[in-house]
């Protein structure tokens, strides 16, 4: 009888094992979520900021990605005479690991740098084709703070230094499950694709459950210059070799327009070396004989005309 007593309260001492229901694949708009575990673990924070310089367009692309980001925090404008590497110590007094950060160049061309703060690696991206949200004017709507999915393309498969681009914008754009300020739903989805060497970012909202969307924007391009081993530092891993800079376009462009200048000037230059020196038409040679010269023709005397003038007489006093 000893036995089977302890047999008896080690078994009611041991807990009972707990059965978790399988989630269904699908839930109806209609259906309420079943009640999660809310616990915030990942806590990844982002910090967006700016370079001073940076455009009208820059700066409203810099808002745009900040609304769509609830974990980032913003800070000043950085001075043209700090250093990119003192961009980590800012995110360290803001308690951020992953930083993004847009620069300035001559108030025309905007670079994106993608960071991890704590050992690397750092992407340098050139921005094309920028429209913001308030340019599009797009149809598509979502909540400010929803959590988005992350979709890319096939081609981030391909090569080595694409994974590293695809692991950095997963990390700095995937909003962290349970955080504060987000909220439990998935309503847009943002979308990276290759083409042509080059990161085509775009916004959409998800309408219905069968998947038709609807664009929101903002829309950018990112051309990726270098991949550095640290953050904003260390040795270059990856360079782009086709990619040339905004200047020697602006170069190029200046070349084809001095183009039509230089055509004009030897259209002229051609023009006046093949006009006739001498008369095209027949010319009698005795008519020389009726040509007078200047200085067998008689000259004929001029007098001078001027008035004479009248000396007046003294008066002789008697």
């Known amino acids: 009888m000893g036995l089977k007593a302890v047999k008896r309260a080690r078994q009611a001492s041991e807990p009972a094992e707990v059965v978790e229901e399988e989630v269904p694949a699908t839930r109806g708009s209609e259906d309420e979520p079943k009640a999660k575990k809310v616990k915030w673990t990942n806590k990844t924070r982002t ?3 700016s370079s001073r310089g940076i455009g009208h367009r820059g700066r409203h692309l810099l808002q745009d990605v900040q609304s769509m980001m609830p974990h980032s925090k913003s800070d000043s404008k950085m001075q043209k005479k700090e250093s990119l590497f003192s961009v980590n110590e800012i995110a360290e007094m803001k308690n951020c690991d992953k930083c993004l950060l847009f620069e300035g160049r001559k108030g025309k061309d905007l670079f994106l740098w993608l960071a991890n703060v704590a050992r690397g690696p750092s992407v340098k991206f050139e921005v094309e084709n920028i429209h913001t949200m308030a340019e599009l004017k797009m149809t598509g709507n979502c909540l400010r703070a929803s959590r988005p999915l992350l979709s890319f393309d096939k081609s981030f498969e391909a090569d080595p230094h694409w994974k590293l681009v695809k692991e950095l914008l997963t990390q700095i754009f995937g909003v962290p499950n349970h955080h504060p300020k987000s909220q439990p739903f998935f309503d847009h989805v943002l979308t990276f694709c290759v083409v042509d060497g080059k990161v085509w970012f775009r916004n959409f909202q998800i309408l219905e459950e ?15 210059i270098k991949i550095f081993d640290g953050s904003f530092c260390g040795q270059t891993i990856w360079e782009n070799a086709r990619y040339v800079t905004p200047n020697s376009k602006r170069a190029l462009l200046k070349k084809v327009k001095s183009r039509k200048y230089q055509e004009k000037v030897q259209a002229r230059a051609a023009y006046e070396a093949g006009r006739p020196t001498e008369p095209t038409f027949r010319v009698d040679e005795t008519d020389v004989v009726f040509q007078t010269l200047e200085s067998d023709a008689p000259k004929a005397s001029v007098e001078p005309t001027g008035k004479k003038s009248k000396k007046g007489k003294r008066k002789t006093s008697t």
């Open 47 to 49: 910090l967006v900021l």
């Open 210 to 224: 069968t998947g038709s969307l609807s664009e929101i924007g903002p829309r950018m391009v990112l051309n990726p």
